[in-house]
């Protein structure tokens, strides 16, 4: 079962083509990762599934329901937890649970069940008289999640969550999105954390309003990168790189922290063409790896390039 | 069904309206500005707007020096329109005019008493600073009244001697109704009223819609299932009870300082009131659509409410005397119609009749507003 389907979706500002031709879908129940560097196209993408802006062309259904006939229906079905922190700070959290429980159509007891839910997830019991502005931005974003499913949506958005949040908080938090996703709720999350995306469960990238790529995060790593990828352990970088870009078997070189990512091609034989090469330079380790999807990504997007200047 | 879907409709206006006034409650700088200013506002004006001119300085010039030049310069000081800050000489009348020591000299003449009492014509000199025209015009009319008085004592004196009395076939009898000691305040109150609930009602709720906007809160509202009449209907509740408490403010102080009562109906004066601010709402809603930060939204906001309102409302400058072109942009503002219904209401004790125009174009204009604001809004989400 799909709860989403995207058709041909497309949407220009002026002449400036935000979103081109998207067309996928997304599964019930799935983590569905929607990556892309800023201006990518993907908060357009998403606002426009909510029903909060309307597509120049194409269509899409959320939940069975058209985003151009029906958005009021859309919007019945869904959450939603915006890139710009969208809590009331100058309420406290007990009165920006109830607002929002109230605005979504929850009163009376039905909304004290949701709020004390709320709290507990956001780890906020006992602290319902806290002004939100005070509390720390991990805690915020957990209490926004909660807030966003505060009225048992079938699908949650989720436009860049975690942005500014500690590594420790931001694992905390998608443990939160597992719980959602473990209830069967479909999450549609951006992000332009990479290793984020290895938690999901199907993955489009987006650039510069097309999609490039999809698939699951092993689809990703074997369907577009088909040659073998080293990591280079060494202390002189930046010297190796300009060596190894000057190679003909070498398709990319990438730095990753203090080591190296070299993506080869069919013109690389055998793992000795890289050891001779290197032999003279100080280098600690060479080993074949699987890619990351960083890998995939930065290959892709510079395929991408490469295309367009030809 | 139907009944249902209201009931949750209201529900979620009543969930916004609430916010709202959390939020504001927690907002004690604006808190300050919205109730202070008014009663800032209302003072100042009331004590240093006067169209009144009293105690105006005059110095005398009195080269006769006899017992009726004295009579006739007591006969002016004593009310209080007058206050003789010297006696001086002829040469000296410049330097009083210059350094604005005096706004008015008088100069008798040396055969002031002689003149008086061989039936000739007495000349008196009266030097006007004519800087300030309005001020100029009043004193001349306050010495004239004075001086004629005085010719009507000295003819009558004559008179009586040979055995007649003095006899004026037409006299006038001026009475001011509805302000009988012409007090400027109480003229200028309804203008103030007007002119502090636009401002306030345009301002804070233009601030009120930035805000969200500013902090991306808007969004969140967007995606839910509230509609766009249920918002704004939720945000312009708080700012209504606001404004109405202002109002009462603005009366009560009215009320306490310059002894300003509500002579009409109270019922009336509720109903345009709620007029007058649905109309101001609509206007901020508009400015809310149009600006993007806070600042932008209090710039626009206090300019399109206050200029209109203090300029071309008839508050100060009567439209009466503006020019045809000017006349026609006076309708911009619905002030204008509303200082009309409240100076009817407040200061004449009028009834309908004599303001439904007003009202209804009151109504007309606010029903476009609102209408207009609403489409923006709707419009500026896509």
């Known amino acids: ?310 | 069904m139907k009944i249902k879907k209201i009931r949750n409709s209201l529900k979620r206006i009543k969930a916004i309206s609430k916010k709202e006034i959390r939020e504001l409650l927690r907002d004690k700088r604006m808190l300050g500005v919205i109730f202070l200013f008014p009663i800032f506002l209302l003072i100042v004006f009331g004590y240093a707007i006067n169209f009144d001119v009293k105690n105006v300085k005059i110095a005398v010039c009195d080269l006769d020096k006899s017992s009726e030049s004295i009579n006739f310069i007591n006969s002016l000081i004593s009310s209080e329109y007058f206050d003789l800050v010297n006696f001086i000489q002829y040469g000296d009348a410049d330097k009083y005019l210059d350094q604005n020591l005096a706004q008015c000299i008088i100069v008798i003449p040396k055969d002031f008493s002689h003149k008086i009492y061989s039936n000739d014509l007495v000349q008196i000199q009266y030097l006007i600073d004519g800087v300030q025209g309005n001020t100029a015009t009043l004193i001349m009319n306050y010495v004239n009244a004075a001086t004629l008085n005085l010719s009507k004592q000295v003819t009558n004196k004559f008179l009586l001697r040979i055995g007649r009395s003095y006899f004026v076939p037409i006299q006038i009898e001026p009475r001011f109704w509805f302000n009988p000691d012409l007090n400027s305040t109480r003229f200028l109150l309804p203008g103030l009223i007007g002119m502090i609930l636009i401002l306030v009602s345009v301002v804070t709720i233009s601030l009120s819609i930035v805000r969200e906007k500013e902090m991306g809160t808007i969004e969140q509202l967007n995606v839910s299932s509230l509609s766009v009449s249920e918002l704004l209907i939720g945000k312009i509740i708080p700012y209504i009870i606001i404004a109405f408490t202002n109002a009462g403010i603005i009366l009560i102080t009215g009320y306490i300082f310059f002894d300003i009562t509500i002579k009409g109906s109270f019922i009336w004066l509720l109903i345009c009131t709620l007029i007058f601010l649905s109309a101001s709402l609509g206007m901020g809603i508009i400015v809310s659509v149009i600006a993007d930060s806070l600042q932008v939204a209090f710039q626009i906001g206090t300019l399109i409410s206050l200029l209109p309102s203090l300029l071309l409302s008839g508050f100060i400058f009567p439209i009466e005397s503006m020019p045809k072109v000017i006349q026609v942009f006076t309708n911009i503002t619905p002030t204008k119609f509303y200082i009309k219904c409240l100076r009817s209401i407040l200061l004449k004790g009028a009834g309908i009749e004599f303001y439904w125009e007003q009202l209804l174009y009151m109504i007309l204009f606010s029903i476009s507003t609102l209408l207009i604001a609403s489409k923006l809004y709707a419009k500026k989400m896509k």
């Open chain 1, 1 to 310: 079962m799909n709860s989403i389907e995207v058709f041909e979706l497309t949407k220009k500002f002026g002449s400036f083509t935000a979103v081109d031709n998207v067309s996928f879908n997304v599964k019930e129940g799935e983590i569905f990762g929607f990556l892309g560097a800023n201006g990518a196209g993907k908060s357009t993408t998403i606002r426009m599934l909510c029903g909060i802006l309307e597509p120049t062309s194409g269509d899409a259904f959320v939940g069975g329901y058209s985003i151009v006939k029906s958005p009021d229906k859309v919007k019945l079905n869904i959450g939603y937890m915006s890139q710009k922190f969208s809590l009331y700070n100058d309420l406290t959290v007990e009165e920006n649970i109830e607002f929002f429980g109230s605005i979504y159509g929850l009163f009376g007891k039905s909304l004290k069940q949701k709020k004390e839910w709320v709290l507990e997830v956001s780890y906020l019991r006992g602290k319902e008289k806290l002004l939100t502005s005070s509390l720390p931005t991990g805690i915020k974003q957990r209490l926004a999640l909660g807030l966003a499913v505060i009225h048992k949506p079938k699908i949650v958005f989720l436009d860049e969550p975690t942005s500014g949040v500690d590594p420790i908080f931001r694992r905390n938090f998608w443990d939160l999105i597992n719980e959602l996703s473990s209830e069967g709720i479909t999450v549609i999350v951006t992000t332009h954390y990479l290793e984020e995306a290895e938690y999901c469960n199907d993955i489009i990238l987006i650039d510069s309003g097309k999609i490039i790529a999809q698939g699951n995060p092993k689809q990703l790593k074997t369907n577009y990168i088909h040659h073998p990828i080293f990591e280079i352990q060494c202390e002189n970088a930046t010297d190796i790189i300009e060596c190894l870009e000057k190679q003909n078997f070498v398709d990319e070189v990438s730095l990753f922290g203090n080591n190296i990512h070299v993506i080869t091609n069919s013109n690389l034989k055998e793992i000795n063409q890289i050891l001779e090469l290197l032999s003279d330079k100080n280098v600690k380790s060479i080993s074949k790896i699987t890619p990351t999807l960083e890998d995939v990504f930065i290959h892709l997007l510079e395929k991408k390039n490469e295309n367009q200047k030809n």
